[in-house]
């Protein structure tokens, strides 16, 4: 897709992925890495969890929802990096075979006072599983670059 | 480090784990799975950007600020997930070769109304480098058992 600066956003504007399936393979080695706990490690002890099995760890499923929008595109030649998030829910449990893709609302876009050529940009992610359940809900801050001057 | 439970936690507490040190290669892997970003991937594209720098992914920097507590194995017996983060920030970049530990305070702890044996620790985790800069700080909202009845 077309690559936009903060002046081709608006509010209200939607954008939407396309998906990736979650395999139980990558739930594991990315638990291993960043978040070793029983119920993203070991589907037996998950099982015995209140989960019931094995899920996905919730910073996995928040950078696989970021990475969805980042490789469309659309901020390839704008974003200037992030100063934070704001209100990230984990909304339902991702598990082995899931399928995710993200979709994402402008909900403010603010010109910076100090440096005219960028500002920020909040738009609202949301995961969405094959079931058309919401499992994530997050804002990013977006720094972006508005567009250059022909 | 002992297992807490819920009811071992009180507002004030704080913890602190050893350090990891980031190395470009880390970055890069991680970056090029989940957030291939040209200042996160590649060295001169970096160095032309208003970072002057490679630096790694903020998700990067938050698993392993995550990491970094759960591996001390204070929540090992007690957690059961997570509801959400609120208030992320990005403070300052984090470079190849920069070593990371976590500071964690107990912000409150509210014990579940509706089920007795688990409530909600929000924990202020702040991931801080050698020079003694806070790089990024966020609010966890950890689900936690209660200790078992013997």
């Not at 099995?53 to 390839?76: E, H, K, P, V």
């Not at 082995?96 to 005219?116: A, C, F, M």
């Not at 995961?127 to 567009?147: D, F, G, T, Y």
């Amino acid at each position: 897709m077309e690559t936009r600066y903060l002046d081709d956003l608006f509010s209200g504007q939607h954008f939407k992925t396309p998906g990736i399936t979650l395999t139980e393979a990558e739930i594991i080695d990315f638990a291993w890495r960043y978040d070793p706990q029983p119920f993203h490690l070991d589907v037996n002890a998950a099982a015995a969890s209140p989960y019931g099995g094995l899920i996905a760890s919730g910073f996995q499923s928040l950078a696989l929802c970021f990475r969805l929008f980042i490789q469309t595109g659309i901020l390839a030649e704008s974003s200037l990096g992030s100063p934070g998030i704001d209100e990230l829910r984990w909304l339902a449990p991702v598990r082995p075979g899931d399928t995710l893709h993200t979709e994402i609302e402008v909900l403010e876009v603010r010109p910076s006072k100090s440096k005219p050529d960028r500002g920020i940009a909040r738009l609202r992610y949301h995961a969405v599983n094959q079931r058309h359940e919401v499992v994530l809900s997050l804002i990013i801050n977006h720094l972006l670059r508005c567009k250059p001057a022909d």
